[in-house]
């Protein structure tokens, strides 16, 4: 069974530019979340779709948007880029057969993003 | 708001060793969840162990198992016969029983197994 995949694994961007990132979630997995990492503020939450549908949102500017296909699959945007914005950003897929917090997240290898 | 604390940043272990890594969190919630996920320098976060609030038995995964102190809210993560391959970064993270929605890490304790 295929993991997680996520492209590109790598991106340089510039300031002001956008940026889609891809997400392809283990087939039957129907929830997708996304989460940036950077050394200083560690993981942090961005959203997390199922079917179609934004169903959790964290503290991020309006610059980060997503959305899900109806294959699963989710892409990410971050518009208006910032040199804070550097940082690896994780796509994880869960089943959601269970409605708990149980369910166990399926991580993919990121995208790093780099913002000059 | 729930917050996940792991107090050491870095660690080292001598290979065949048992290391112990540690995780408070703070939550008012009484059903949730409990997760040590670990990140080899490759980056793919794998789940390591899971554990559910309501048990009080603390789980175990071949040569990891935890310390779930619930009253304590404490969760601690041990590595027995440590193995060059547990090099990584390890991260605890809760999610709340009812959520469908986000998991909560720590801060992440580095852990290089020594030869």
């Known amino acids: 069974k295929a993991g997680v995949t996520q492209t590109p694994r790598y991106l340089i961007k510039t300031r002001g530019q956008q940026v889609t990132l891809s997400c392809s979630p283990i087939?039957?997995?129907?929830?997708v979340s996304w989460y940036q990492q950077t050394p200083g503020q560690g993981l942090q939450f961005l959203f997390e779709?199922?079917?179609?549908?934004?169903?959790n949102k964290g503290n991020f500017p309006g610059r980060f948007s997503g959305r899900q296909f109806s294959n699963s699959r989710s892409e990410m945007n971050v518009s208006t880029l910032e040199l804070g914005d550097s940082a690896l950003y994780l796509c994880?897929?869960?089943?959601?057969?269970?409605?708990?917090?149980?369910?166990?997240?399926?991580f993919g290898a990121g995208s790093r993003l780099t913002v000059l | 708001a729930q917050t996940v604390t792991q107090s050491q940043p870095e660690m080292s272990v001598q290979e065949a060793e048992t290391v112990t890594l540690s995780c408070t969190y703070d939550t008012s919630e009484n059903n949730y969840y409990l997760f040590w996920y670990k990140q080899p320098p490759s980056r793919q976060m794998i789940l390591v162990i899971r554990?559910?609030?309501?048990?009080?038995q603390n789980a175990t995964e071949n040569r990891f198992s935890v310390n779930f102190q619930k009253a304590a809210k404490s969760f601690s993560l041990k590595i027995s016969d440590s193995q060059l391959g547990d090099t990584a970064m390890y991260f605890c993270a809760f999610r709340e029983g009812g959520s469908q929605g986000n998991l909560i890490f720590g801060k992440g304790t580095k852990l290089s197994v020594k030869p």
């Open positions: 779709y199922f079917s179609e549908t934004q169903r």
């Open positions: 087939s039957g997995h129907r929830s």
């Open positions: 994880a897929s869960s089943q959601l057969w269970e409605a708990s917090g149980a369910n166990v997240l399926t």
């Open positions: 554990q559910e609030a309501y048990k009080q």
